[in-house]
Every structure is written in structure tokens, then in C-alpha cells.
């Protein structure tokens, strides 16, 4: 399935679960990370869904894998401008459906050939294509800027921060652990949607399936490093994996949602983004971008019942926790105190992407939708969360509960 037909699935069902007048809806903002070349604007082909208004306003924002808190940050500073009152945000990516691309040589040469003039300068072009021309070209998960993927950067942090295999491989099986209770007991599985799946639209998926409820840390211990196969140790199994997947929430002013007679779940208290050199510790950003959101929401980590953490890999996040007590980072943050140390009893309750996996621009949103449920469920008052994301960003959210 494409990431628009994801997201219209999604949007559709959220609509449906809050049985709201689709009519109400002024406005979609969504993300994607590797976008459709033909239906760029995705938010627009999801607004027009049928019950959904034509002049639901869409539009696509991109911040790699922080593009749905993008999209959310986005609605709600429209909220707060006073613009718009009802707005649905979100995400969708297909990994299983990026786009093949040609190399520059074969595209010249099939433009020149849809513009021959005759048969002779057809046959003379296309004569001229050779094998290696039709090698295609895919997106990588590189960065554009120094050419390192995402698995060599959180190699070099492992390696820097010196984060032993061990650790990653514990973390990661908490992951699935976690992902697996929250699957059995129903919290996640209410947070998702049966979807039937293409060609024949017979069978349902009616469960993540990137959880692994029979991994162990024997399995773990097993695998082969991918991204430095000699001293490495990021693995399969300590990564988030590529992943299809869409997201949604519902944002609504308080002064509508009273109107409507909606019962708010949550407050956005403050957000934050930060950036640093994608050449140094890519996967940092969440180190520099929470103490700003924190100092923004006047709260301390102390203040906050749940923190729920973008896992793009263990090592990245075992990473960031490290940068939260350091007080280098802090400093950089331009905090003399650093953030403090994360009481792991109120992290990742549920698991995170490396068992639920991470479509790049829907996971922001579904990370807040865990959040919020579970700081519902469990009565506290406020939660924060932090995604890394590709260009040496972070993003970072304090939530309040209504
Ligand atoms: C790490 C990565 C390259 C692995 O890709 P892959 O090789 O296609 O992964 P697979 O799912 O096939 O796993 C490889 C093997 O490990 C095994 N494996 C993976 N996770 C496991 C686990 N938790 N327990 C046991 N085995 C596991 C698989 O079964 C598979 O075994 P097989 O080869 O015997 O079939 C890919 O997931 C990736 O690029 N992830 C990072 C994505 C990223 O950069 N995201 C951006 C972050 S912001």
C-alpha cells in the first residue's frame, strides 16, 4: 500500500473512532519523508477523502523522522494563531514502495527520446542506452551532506559514548518485551486498525508485525553487526526496522472541543527543535531540543509521569540518556544543569520503534498517541517525548493531561 493509501485508511478510522463531523475538519497537516514524485502533497490526497470537506486545507511538511510532531506542532501553533479549531495531524510512510529513480544519463536519454524527431533519431538514441544505464537509482538513508547512513552514525555514537553491545541488546529486547505486553493486554492494540491488506483485500492485518514475541537476548547476542561488520555492534536486532505504517490525532482549540462536547485527552504544553552538525553525533538532537521544551513548560524532568523516546536505535537512545545527565551537553544546550537521569520504570512503557518499527514520517504521531493513552490510563499529569531525526535534528514535546 502507498503512503496515501495508508494515511486515508488512518485518517479515516480516526475520524470514525471520535464520530466526528468530517465537515468540521479546516484542516490536514501531514508528513511524509520519502514522498510520492507524482502526489507530492500527500495531506491534500488524504483531505479528500469523501467525508472530509473539498476545502479541508492540506498540507505536506517534511523534518525526516520528526515530520509528524512537524505536522502536530504545525496544527497547533494554527490553533493558537487563532486560524483554525479543528485540524488533524499526522504521518504516513510506505518503505516498501519508495520510488526506483533513473540514473541522470537514462533520464537525459529518455526525454531526448520522447522529443525525437522520427524514427531514425529514436532508434539512434535509443541504440545509445547501455546495460548500466538502467541500473537504478534508490533513496538511501544517507545523509545528503556527508553520504553516512543512519547505522554508521549511531555506530560512531556507540563507539564515542562507548555503549557496550550488551546494553543495546538488553534494551532491545525490553523493547520487544514491552511491545508484546502492550500488544496481549489490549493498550496497543487499541491504538491501531485492522487493515486488509492488497492485492485480494482478503486477509486482515490486525497486529504490528514487526514485534517479536519469541526474541531473546540469546538471538540478540547472535546477529552480525551491519554497519561496521568487524568491530560493530549495531545489529538487526538493536535497530528500528524499515517499516509502512500511518498515523493520525485529533487537535481541537478548548473553547471548540467544549462546544462539540469533546473531552480532551491532553494539552500540548511546549514544544521544541533543535539541530546540531550532522557530521558529529547525528542522533543527538533529543540531548539539546528536551531541556528547551522543559524550560518552555517552566517543568523539570522530575515533573514529568512518563517519557516515551523515539527508538531509531538502541544505541541512539542509550546515547541520549547519557546526554541527558552530561553536563558538556547540557552547556550546549546553554544549561548550566543538565536534564537528569531517566527513571527507566517510566520509559518507553510499551515498547517503542525498535519492536513497533518506525515509518519515518508517521511514527512522531503515533509515539504522542502512546503518550497520551498511557498518561491517561495511569493518571499522571504531564509526559514528555523526543524524536532524533536525519540533518542532526530533535524534537522534543511536553504534554499535559486535561
Ligand atoms: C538494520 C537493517 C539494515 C536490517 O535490515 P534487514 O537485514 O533487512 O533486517 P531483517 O529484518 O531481515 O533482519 C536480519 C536478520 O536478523 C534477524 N533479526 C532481526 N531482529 C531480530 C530479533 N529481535 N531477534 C532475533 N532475530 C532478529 C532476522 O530474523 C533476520 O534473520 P535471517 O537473516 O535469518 O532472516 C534495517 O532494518 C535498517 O536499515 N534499519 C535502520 C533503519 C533506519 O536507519 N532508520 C532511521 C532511524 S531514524
Redesign the pocket.
Known sequence: MTAIDLGKRCVAELVQRTNLDGDLVEAIVYGTVVPSVIAPNIAREVSLLPMLSKGCQAYTVSR??ASANQAITDAADQIVLGHHDVIIAGGAESLSNVPILHSRTMSEKLVAFSRAKGATQQLRIAGSIRPRDFVPITPA?AEPSTGE???QS?EKMAKINHIPREEQDQF??RS?RLAAVGTDDGRLTAEIMPVYVPPRYETALTKDNGI?VD??IE??R??KP??DRRYGS?????????TDGASAVLLMSEERAAVLGYTPLAFIRSYAYAALDPGEQL?MGPVLAAPVALKRAGLTLGDMDLIEM?E??AA?VLCNLEGFVSREWAARAGFVTPVGEVDRSKLNVMGG??AIG?P?GATGARILTTLTNELVRRGGEFGLMTV???GGMGHAMVIERA
Do not use: D
Not at 549495531?234 to 524499515?242: D, I, K
Open positions: 525526516a523522522c538513508i547512513t543512519m547505522g549511531a532491545a529486547l520487544h517479536r526474541t531473546s538471538q540478540l547472535g546477529l551491519v554497519f549495531v545489529t538487526a536486532g538493536n535497530s528500528s526496522p524499515l542522533l523515539h531509531a536505535f541512539q520503534s525498535i518506525h519515518f532524533c531525526a536525519a
